[in-house]
Each structure stands twice: as structure tokens, then as C-alpha cells.
């Protein structure tokens, strides 16, 4: 804790001992995880809330993905929605709180002028009314051209998560590869736009995967990490997959703190069915910041109930 503290970056074999902590010795763990929170971040807590902006037939067999063209899932499919649907979201959002706004689509990418030029007018209504506001989309790969457009228009944040590690990627996704998801990501640390990426925990994963897959985000020094835990839908390839238990998902979130002491770790979809009575445990921890409201397709707890776990925990919501 305190060579972290001090600025120094973990290695290998001191993550691995770190996911061999006992159940018993959770703790401890986080409470080391929470001085270091505390250090870089203050007790100030972010909270994010995002729209699914246009829903279904996406083309990619991502195996927890309820969207996902190749799966059995029952989920909504809708186009993308309009601008003002999307600020009304946006309005919604500011009025609990939320410092940040996530518009996400599904697909493989944003391609039509029409929906390009919705989202550039969305990104404008958005930063318009709100400036304070951290304006982010996850609309799959976008162009050099399209993201310079989003950018003058006020966009803030581009979110593409990794999902695992390079090696278990593979038995996640087969319509895309690993080597694409960082290809993108160095395209959007060259336009110098804010970074948020994670994962989801509980895909079947190993504590090696967890740990390579923090590493990856560390040589990218992203902005926001979202961390995400498997919510098995009926219907999916993981549907059947037993995510995890709630120390386990803590523990992780310790670990991912001590390797990650600066960055933005944000506890996102998931989090109500994992946790379930310990998810004020989720600050504790070592995150300082959650996803509020309903998920992509799943809903989410009354965003007051989340309210009540920052106010208990004496921390402080960041407004910008």
C-alpha cells in the first residue's frame, strides 16, 4: 500500500499474491485498497449513467450479450432513437447526480450519415445545456474523421471496453479479434480523447486474466476503468456461467485499485445482483465511482438507494 501510494507500479508476481489473499483477510486487503483511494481520489465518488441509444442485431457473438445477432436472448431492437430522446436521457441523468453521460449503440460501428449526424447534434444538445457535464459515447469502432466530428462537437470520453484478457478473449468473441480492440484504442489515445475501458468480471476468467487485463489498461493509461460483473441472461452462451462470489468481485476491485491507484474505477452493470447486501462494500473496497440507473439491458436499483450508500458512507458525490 504505501509503495503504491508512493507511485510505485506493481509487477506480476506482487498481483498474484494479492488474489491469494484468504476470504478471512478480505478486509484487510480492501482497507489497504481504500487508503490508496483515498489518496489519489479524495472521498469524492463519480457517478455515471448511460442510454441504450439503439438496440440489438449486432453483429459480433460477444457469449454474455444479450444483443448479440447469434444469441437466443428476448431484448428490445430499436433504431438509434433522436437527439432530443437522447438529452432528454441526458437531463435525466444530471438530475441524480450523474457527472457523466454515456450514449451506446450496438454493432460494429456507427456507419450512416443520418445516425453520425444524430449523435453529432446529441454530443452538442448535451454539452450545450450541461457544459459540466463528461459527454461520452461507445458506438463500437469509429472513424479518424467521425471521432474528430464528435470531438468539435464536445464529446469527452470514448468507451470500448477490452471485456477479459488477450487470452481468454477468444472464448468470448470470435467476430472480432484482441489485436482490433487495441488497435482502436491507440487510435483514440492519438486524437488525445478521454479513455474509458474495462471489463466484466466472472466470463470464466482466471486470476491471470484479471491481472493481464488490468496491466493492458495500465500501458494504455486510461482515464475510467468500468468494471462489470456477469449477469448471466437467459438465452446467452454464458447463461448457465456461475459468475462469482460477492468477496471474489471484491477482492478483485482491491486489486484492481493497488494497479490502478490514479484511474477512475467505476463499478457498472452487475453490481446489484453480485453484491447484493454488500454493495456499499464496493467503495470500501477501493472504487470510487458507480453506473446509476438502468444498464443496456438490464435494469438497474433505484438510483436513491444509491444515493443512500454514498450519503452512509460519508463520501461525497462529484457534481463535475
Not at 442510454?51 to 447469434?70: E, Y
Not at 484504442?185 to 487485463?213: F, H, Q, W, Y
Amino acid at each position: 500500500m504505501n509503495k503504491v501510494i508512493s507511485g510505485y507500479e506493481i509487477n506480476k508476481s506482487e498481483a498474484e499474491s494479492l488474489f491469494k489473499v484468504k476470504d478471512e483477510e478480505a478486509p484487510f486487503l480492501m482497507g489497504c485498497a481504500s487508503v490508496i483511494r483515498n489518496h489519489f481520489h479524495g472521498n469524492r465518488v463519480n457517478l455515471c449513467a448511460i442510454l441504450n441509444a439503439k438496440s440489438g442485431n449486432c453483429v459480433n457473438d460477444c457469449a454474455f450479450c444479450a444483443q448479440s445477432g447469434h444469441n437466443r436472448a428476448s431484448v428490445n431492437i430499436y433504431p438509434l432513437v433522436s437527439a432530443e430522446e437522447i438529452i432528454a436521457a441526458a437531463t435525466q441523468a444530471r438530475k441524480i447526480n450523474a457527472s457523466c453521460f454515456g450514449i451506446v449503440t450496438s454493432g460494429e460501428t456507427v456507419s450512416s450519415s443520418s445516425e453520425q449526424d444524430t449523435l453529432i447534434r446529441a454530443v452538442e444538445l448535451i454539452k450545450s445545456r450541461f457544459p459540466e457535464m463528461d459527454v461520452g459515447v461507445s458506438i463500437g469502432k469509429i472513424s479518424r474523421q467521425f471521432l474528430k466530428q464528435l470531438i468539435d462537437a464536445g464529446l469527452d470520453t470514448v468507451h470500448h471496453n477490452l471485456e477479459t484478457s488477450a487470452r481468454h478473449y477468444a472464448n468470448i468473441c470470435t467476430t472480432r479479434s484482441f489485436n482490433e480492440k487495441l488497435d482502436f484504442i491507440n487510435l483514440l489515445k492519438e486524437e488525445a480523447v478521454k479513455i474509458c475501458s474495462g471489463g466484466i468480471l466472472g466470463l470464466g476468467e482466471t486470476p491471470d486474466d484479471r491481472i493481464d487485463m488490468a496491466f493492458t489498461l495500465r500501458s494504455f493509461k486510461v482515464n475510467r476503468v468500468p468494471l462489470n460483473f456477469l449477469n448471466p441472461i437467459p438465452g446467452t452462451k454464458l447463461e448457465n456461467m456461475k459468475p462469482g462470489t460477492p468477496l471474489d468481485f471484491l477482492k478483485s476491485i482491491a486489486f484492481f485499485r493497488f494497479a490502478l491507484p490514479a484511474t477512475h474505477i467505476q463499478i457498472c452493470g452487475g453490481r446489484e445482483v453480485n453484491f447484493r447486501t454488500l454493495q456499499s462494500a464496493i467503495f470500501l473496497a477501493g472504487a470510487n465511482g458507480m453506473m446509476v440507473g438502468n444498464y443496456l439491458t438490464t435494469a438497474g436499483q433505484d438510483p436513491k438507494l444509491d444515493l443512500q450508500i454514498v450519503e452512509d458512507l460519508n463520501l461525497n458525490i462529484a457534481c463535475h
